[in-house]
């Protein structure tokens, strides 16, 4: 019972990181129809940032701070010059995109190099706690809290406020939000920039625990858009909820079958696919 309880943990852990990815990743596509490939060297770039300040001395949390801001103008760059000029090509997008990973992977390479790295864990979460004959690290605990307290969030600003309002609207019909008068452009900024500060914040939030490496924006990237498919594009439920099953699976198949554990997250994928082909909280467009 002691190992089932940590694995869940184990397993909410890493879905509440890989929600923070793949919820910015669901909802910029869901409003922009913005296939952004290099969503996940937001998240990479951000973890090799924060270890360059925290390395250096700086407070974690301060880090923490900056780097959000840093990728967030790292993504005003990409959005402005780059991606907007995309609109509606979706061919050019993934080229495009696909293109901007090897640069940010190949820049982070040249200033870190190719070794794995990790963050420290924070002093005040640095400790653990008891359960049964096993033990589980606090700052897990402090990132689910995160993750759900995020979620809290963006039902908050989705459901409470004007501007989720006008954000929801976009979802459902772009063009209309535009004829209501409502400025497009600015609305498409903020989104993007709202998603690449949730994979700045994964990204740090993440540096303790899964370190860095080259190439790992891949394997977030893979697993974020395997979230997305099954919680339902645009959907930041579907995120959520589908992050905490990938969560588990992921947890439990490298526990009890790590021959395959990789293979079962594309199973379930498979799965509510089949059955729900929009995902869990997709709808069909007209």
């Known amino acids: 019972m002691d190992l089932f309880l940590v694995n869940v943990l184990s397993g909410l852990t890493y879905g509440m990181l890989l929600f923070l990815m793949a919820s910015g990743l669901s909802i910029v ?31 974690f949390w301060l880090a923490l701070i900056i780097t959000i801001v840093i990728v967030m103008i790292l993504a ?23 293109g901007l990973i090897f640069i940010i992977g190949d820049v982070s390479l040249w200033l870190w190099g190719g ?7 924070p002093a005040i979460f640095d400790f653990s ?8 690290p ?9 993750g759900v307290l995020c ?18 609207a976009g ?7 535009g004829a209501l008068g409502f400025n497009i452009k600015a609305i498409f900024l903020s989104v993007f920039l709202f998603g690449a500060a949730l994979a700045a914040l994964g990204g740090v939030l993440s540096g303790p625990i899964l370190g860095m490496y080259p190439k790992m924006e891949f394997e977030i990237l893979v697993n974020s858009l395997v979230i997305v498919l099954i919680g339902g594009l645009g959907s930041w439920k579907g995120a959520f909820l ?9 947890s439990f198949g490298k526990i009890y079958l790590p021959d395959v554990a990789s293979l079962l997250i594309f199973a379930v994928m498979v799965l509510v696919l089949i059955f729900k082909p929009t995902g869990l909280f997709g709808r069909v467009e007209s």
């Open 29 to 59: 596509f869901g409003l922009m129809r913005i296939i952004n490939l290099a969503h996940g060297s937001f998240f990479l770039f951000g973890s090799y940032v924060a270890y360059a300040m925290v390395s250096r001395g700086m407070n």
């Open 76 to 98: 005003f760059v990409v959005e402005r010059f780059l991606i907007s000029r995309f609109h509606g090509n979706e061919a050019s997008q993934v080229l495009l995109t696909i």
């Open 115 to 121: 070794d794995f790295l990790s963050i420290p864990v």
């Open 129 to 136: 706690f008891a359960i049964g004959s096993s033990s589980f």
């Open 138 to 146: 606090i700052y897990r605990l402090f990132v689910i809290a995160i």
């Open 151 to 168: 979620t809290i969030l963006l039902w908050y600003f989705e459901t409470k406020t004007k501007v989720g309002m006008i954000v929801r």
């Open 171 to 177: 979802v459902d019909d772009m063009e209309m939000v």
């Open 242 to 250: 589908g992050a905490i099953l990938i969560g588990l699976v992921d």
